[in-house]
């Protein structure tokens, strides 16, 4: 069984038509469409592609970046099919990884996607440091300030239950019990 996966790009709608003759030139059965860009989370028609597979099906794709929104995305999705017996042919490349070629080439996808994905970790870490070297510190503001912080602690010594404190500061009792947790670590 050959089920397919073209994906329609939102600014060129004749480009779905190209898609869907070359599929049906490669003899696929069943074609499932997005109409979304490839950048979105959802992708309604691979996810019903992908449910209606199964072990020693096809699934055919025009070109790699068809399947994922990013290197990481496709490799990770590649994987996933060859680990439910889904063999993934990509027409644009002749790659088949029911082939040993087409293996190897999904391995060396493989390799490249935790490359840019370290060099990624690499760049955001670098790019910290140096916001922190500059002074600045990343997340949302505190709820409370320094002086907040002890008059809250004084209450919760004072008796004061922890729900009675935070309606007292107009802040959530978790964000109490937080301060309180922290005071009582140092």
């Known amino acids: 069984m050959s089920s397919t996966h073209p994906r329609q790009e939102p600014h060129d709608p004749q480009h779905l038509d190209a898609q869907r003759a070359a599929l049906e030139a490669a003899g696929c059965e069943r074609v499932f469409t ?13 996810d019903a592609a992908r449910s209606y597979l199964r072990d020693g099906d ?15 995305d496709t490799v990770n999705t590649a994987a996933e099919l ?11 490349m002749g790659l088949d990884t029911a082939t040993r070629e087409g293996r190897l080439m999904v391995g060396i996808l493989s ?20 916001a922190r070297a500059q002074g600045r510190v990343g997340g949302r503001p505190p709820k409370m300030d320094a002086a907040a912080r002890a008059a809250a602690l004084a209450a919760l010594r004072g008796g004061l239950s922890v729900t009675d404190v935070a309606a007292l500061h107009g802040v959530s009792r978790w964000t109490i019990t937080r301060i309180r947790d922290a005071a009582t670590e140092d």
């Open 111 to 130: 390799a490249l996607a935790q490359q840019e994905l370290e060099t990624i970790r690499e760049r955001t870490r670098v790019g910290l440091e140096h």
């Open 82 to 92: 060859n680990e439910e017996g889904v063999r993934l042919v990509l027409l644009d």
């Open 34 to 46: 997005d109409t979304i860009s490839g950048a979105r989370s959802t992708r309604p028609g691979l």
């Open 58 to 72: 096809s699934l055919v794709v025009t070109r790699l970046d068809r399947l994922g929104r990013s290197m990481r």
